[in-house]
């Protein structure tokens, strides 16, 4: 993404991330990012199994609600299902 896609109130916080100087500034600008860098839709997130969502907004990962995910979890166990083919691929 080039710095003239990002909004200029988030500017200084992108930088921040991509220069690897806070991981805050990282995870936050990936939320936006991924909202359409509406702050309001980061607060409604609702994709619990993305790696991030126990981080986002400064959450603490032991809040109710929010799970820590293994990188070696199995998605469909994660989530609860094996998919819409009814687990077969």
Not at 20 to 27: F, H, L, N, P, T
């Amino acid at each position: 993404m080039r710095i003239e896609d990002v909004p200029t109130r988030y500017r200084r916080l992108y930088r921040r991330a991509r220069a690897g100087k806070s991981r805050k500034a990282a995870i936050r600008s990936h939320c936006l990012m991924c909202c359409g860098w509406q702050y309001v839709e980061v607060q409604k997130c609702t994709a619990r199994t993305c790696p991030l969502y126990p981080y986002r907004l400064s959450a603490v990962p032991t809040d109710a609600g929010a799970q820590r995910i293994s990188p070696d979890a199995d998605y469909a166990a994660v989530v609860g299902t094996a998919g819409d083919d009814g687990g077969r691929r």
